[in-house]
């Protein structure tokens, strides 16, 4: 029928078989598909008529010219019936199933497009290949129902393109190119992704290094940077934010009198510290005031480098200072006493009572050691009655000095000697005056022994007697028996020597001993019923009484226990 459209031969299409009809037996190639020829094609008036060749590609022929439409008898319809109902003119029609796993080949006649360079993963162009020519089917029988006008360009197409004489082929494989192809798809275009690093000479990626390194210093130095600044100022300014502690407001209220806090409070005023230069020595010592007319009880070693030229200064707990002179001294007690002048308020230290002290009381040592001054430490009465010998340095027993004294586990050093041992009265008990030094503290080689917890000190019943002499004499008085004594000696006892110093008895005519009945040779065992195990240890119970006192001696003579009472007379001491 010409109804004015154009005559060429129309493009398959795939449909869906209709139920109860014949459908055709696919060959063992995909069928060729003819596709809608483009517009532009239609306006040319070409037609486009596909022939099997065993290679090459499809020929194509222009139509003829001349070739005019039939008429159209009137009322007739403008198609044939299509008993297939092929569409767009009827309903679906018989169809050929397509290969299983392989997109729709293109159609004979249709243009393909260029193939487009694929991508890799990476976004990067891959160079295209061309593939084999594609090997057409050969066309399939027409059905005997076939549209009368398709079989009418059949005589036509044959005629126009005789067919050689087919060569036996062996079956080409699909193109890649064809497999690649979506015909219903726009023209393939790279991927629109983020290309990934560019492709090294064998294949592998390159690690893009360099940018990520770069990347991580300068994000360590801008942090390292931050950091630091934040460091250095919570360092100048104790934090991001000002911090404040909390902390007891209370006053801490006073202090009971017996403790040692209490203590220290008020014996400090009345204790001093000495500085003593002469010509060829000096030391510093401590002492403290015994009345508001200026006089300071201290020991005799304190002032000895004083000599009777030097000079004596005085620095008071609240720091004045003033100039002193000694007004008696005594090397057999270690006792001395200083004077200031011109200085008023000063607060005397209370005198206790040492025969009242037990082993254990509570004790507080005060003094200046190693000059440091005003210095406070605490400790108990270890033992009492500790007879102890100082001094000795002159080599002639001058400067000895025997003390009964007592023993103090308080720290005593260089420096505290003189200074005063209170009771939890604040009362003196003592006048601190030597330490029991470790074998390895030796003075021997000009060094100073520090404190091991030994400490001793003149009871205060004893000082007291001793200062009130030299207050009011100058010289102090020493208790004596009239005796002479072996100190080379050395059993059980104090042995009264064979002869004098002299040459004479060593019982002094018409002494206390004599008149008492001691004899040479007599080993004195107890005094007042204690024991005595040396000569020294007599000669320190003996001073630790008054002259006129009366002893009872316990002595051996010959292998036999004797027993007498001795008063003791008196001695100046030096």
Not at 36 to 55: D, K, L, Q, R
Not at 174 to 193: F, G
Not at 488 to 511: F, I, L, R
């Amino acid at each position: 029928m010409d109804d004015g459209k154009t005559t060429e031969p129309k493009a398959k299409w795939w449909s869906r078989p209709a139920p109860g009809r014949a459908t055709r037996t696919a060959p063992e190639e995909p069928l060729p598909v003819e596709d809608a020829m483009p517009p532009a094609a239609e306006a040319e008036h070409t037609a486009v008529t596909v022939t099997p060749e065993t290679s090459g590609p499809a020929d194509v022929t222009p139509a003829p010219e001349d070739a005019a439409p039939a008429p159209r008898t009137p009322g007739q319809p403008l198609h044939e019936p299509d008993p297939y109902g092929t569409p767009p003119y009827g309903g679906p029609g018989p169809w050929a199933p397509a290969p299983p796993v392989q997109r729709p080949t293109p159609a004979h006649g249709t243009p393909v497009p260029p193939p487009h360079a694929g991508t890799n993963g990476a976004g990067l162009t891959v160079p295209h290949t061309p593939a084999p020519a594609f090997q057409a089917a050969p066309p399939m029988p027409p059905h005997p129902q076939a549209h009368p006008q398709a079989q009418a360009h059949a005589p036509h197409a044959q005629a126009a393109h005789p067919q050689p004489h087919p060569q036996p082929h062996s079956p080409q494989p699909p193109s890649p190119q064809w497999l690649q192809y979506d015909p219903w798809s726009a023209p393939r275009q790279p991927l629109i992704t983020q290309p990934g690093p560019p492709l090294g000479p064998d294949g592998r990626r390159k690690k893009r290094r360099g940018p990520v390194l770069v990347g991580a210093l300068l994000l360590a130095l801008v942090a390292g940077g931050i950091g630091g600044g934040i460091g250095a100022y919570v360092e100048r300014n104790g934090g991001l934010t000002a911090i404040e502690l909390p902390q007891d407001e209370r006053n801490g209220g006073g202090r009971a009198p017996d403790s040692v806090a209490g203590i220290a409070a008020s014996a400090l005023p009345s204790v001093v510290t000495l500085h003593v230069s002469g010509t060829a020595e000096s030391g510093t010592g401590t002492g403290f005031v015994l009345d508001d007319r200026g006089h300071i009880l201290t020991n005799n070693h304190v002032v000895a480098p004083a000599g009777s030229s030097g000079e004596i200064t005085v620095t008071f707990s609240g720091g004045e200072t003033a100039s002193a002179e000694v007004v008696g001294k005594d090397s057999g007690y270690d006792l001395a006493v200083v004077k200031v002048s011109g200085v008023s308020g000063l607060k005397p230290l209370p005198l206790g009572n040492s025969d009242n002290v037990r082993v254990g009381d509570p004790v507080v040592a005060i003094g200046a050691p190693f000059d440091l001054s005003n210095t406070v430490t605490s400790g108990i009465i270890s033992a009492k009655d500790r007879p102890i010998t100082a001094g000795g340095e002159k080599g002639d027993g001058s400067d000895i000095s025997y003390v009964d004294a007592l023993q103090t586990d308080a720290p005593i050093n260089p420096g505290n000697s003189g200074g005063p041992l209170v009771d939890t009265d604040a009362h003196v008990i003592g006048i601190n005056s030597a330490i029991r030094a470790a074998d390895t503290g030796s003075t021997t080689e000009g060094g100073q022994a520090g404190s091991i917890g030994l400490g001793f000190a003149i009871p205060i019943n004893q000082g007291k007697r001793v200062a009130e002499e030299l207050i009011n004499t100058g010289k102090a008085t020493h208790p004596v028996i009239g005796v002479s004594l072996d100190m080379k000696y050395t059993g059980d006892g104090a042995k009264v020597g064979p002869k004098g110093a002299d040459g004479k008895s060593s019982v002094t005519e018409g002494g206390p001993g004599a008149r008492a009945g001691i004899r040479p040779g007599d080993i004195i065992t107890e005094v007042d019923g204690r024991r005595v195990h040396s000569g020294e240890e007599l000669i320190v119970k003996i001073r630790s009484h008054r002259p006129g006192d009366q002893l009872e001696l316990t002595l051996t003579r010959g292998g036999k226990d004797l027993s007498m009472t001795l008063t003791l007379g008196s001695a100046t001491g030096t």
